[in-house]
């Protein structure tokens, strides 16, 4: 089936997968799917790709695979499940995004002798890094000139080729957009292939509960592809008739870092000087999706939180001693979920499932 990607604003249409915005700017979202039915489901195939037929702007034979998904749902306590998203072949969630868009672009790239460009020093990264390797595509991965750590020797390892970039974090982003022969810039933070390949988190919990959804879902918001793709997974079941309502969506933030939160529960937000959050993954201050977050959170009646660094850190260590070694920035859901226990926000029946996002041996928390 053709692809087709609506604009989030002017709803103006674009055929090509290898546009990551708008003409006018703005967020595109892809438009081409079919509609969730559970006996389209490949049973035996125990990775994102059971959901092949809700991508059906990909054929098969294009897929590039590194075993991503099916990712363990653990019950933890009666009424509270863990989904081990940090299972995942390169470590976090991202492989889900990053499967998706590196089978839609991989070929066409190649025929055009040319290679990708993508801004990111952390997870997202280190997973585009990961799929080009598989699909034998040039990866060029922009980051900030200090940047280090687990995640950046992922990156080389995986033989992506690294270009530092000195300024801000914009300043990244715009290194990595600047038009050059061969370069096609497919960030995760714009790319819409992305965030539709995430939707396959929401279907996967669905399934493994047994045809069910959660009352609550905890996730870890940044840039926003991992709630904007669990939301796009929801509005599907829904649309599908499948489901009735929304779950109540939280979004999860950092006090340093959580736009967010503050636009949904309009309050004003001040910059901090200086991030210094052991949540180091959580750290888009001014993420371009945050209005088509804002939007989506509303239709679907969803709710915000944000956590101080004392009680993500003691939540990441209950998190490891209880034999879930995550990232701080993952312990940052458990730790919202925890203070909406300790105000009462959440009722004895209740079902609630945490996403944790990210492996702890990427972390450059030292015990
Ligand atoms: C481990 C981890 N959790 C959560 C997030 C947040 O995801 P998003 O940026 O899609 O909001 C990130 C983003 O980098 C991450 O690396």
């Keep these: 089936m053709q692809y087709e990607a609506k604009c989030t604003k002017c709803k103006s249409y674009s055929s090509n997968p290898l546009d990551y915005k708008c003409s006018c700017g703005s967020p595109l979202e892809v438009s081409t799917k079919s509609t969730f039915r559970k006996e389209a489901i490949k049973k035996n195939n125990y990775t994102i790709w ?60 190649k025929e055009m002798n040319g290679y990708i460009s993508e801004d990111s020093s952390g997870n997202a990264g280190a997973s585009i890094a990961a799929y080009a390797a598989r699909a034998g595509l040039r990866a060029r991965i922009y980051v900030p000139a200090d940047v280090s750590g687990q995640k950046f020797n992922q990156i080389i390892f995986y033989g992506a080729e690294v270009e530092r970039v000195a300024g801000n974090r914009g300043k990244v982003a715009a290194e990595a957009q600047k038009l ?87 309050l004003p937000y001040t910059l901090p000087e200086k991030i210094t959050s052991i949540a180091d993954a959580l750290v888009s201050t001014n993420p371009p999706l945050l209005d088509l977050m804002v939007k989506k959170m509303r239709e679907i009646g969803g709710d915000a939180e944000i956590v101080g660094e004392d009680e993500i850190y003691s939540a990441f260590i209950e998190l490891a001693r209880s034999g879930f070694h995550v990232e701080p920035s993952s312990a940052v859901a458990y730790a919202a979920y925890k203070k909406h226990v300790e105000k009462g926000e959440i009722s004895g029946d209740e079902i609630s499932v945490i996403v944790l996002t990210g492996f702890g041996l990427k972390s450059t928390l030292k015990p």
């Design 50 to 109: 059971r959901y092949s037929e809700f991508f059906p702007y990909i054929e098969e034979n294009q897929i590039v695979s590194l075993g991503e998904g099916w990712s363990p749902l653990i019950r933890f306590a009666k009424n509270v499940y863990f989904k081990l998203d940090f299972l995942n072949p390169t470590g976090s969630f991202k492989d889900r995004g990053s499967s998706v868009l590196i089978s839609s672009v991989h070929r066409m790239i």
């Design 180 to 266: 050059e022969k061969g370069k096609f810039y497919i960030g995760h933070i714009w790319h819409p292939i992305f965030r539709d390949g995430i939707k396959t988190l929401t279907y996967e919990i669905f399934e493994q509960l047994e045809w069910m959804l959660p009352n609550r879902i905890y996730l870890p918001v940044s840039a926003g592809t991992l709630l904007l793709g669990v939301i796009r997974g929801l509005e599907d079941l829904v649309d599908s008739g499948i489901i009735e309502e929304f779950p109540k969506v939280i979004t999860c933030q950092t006090r340093q870092v959580s736009p967010l939160y503050h636009r949904l529960k309009n």
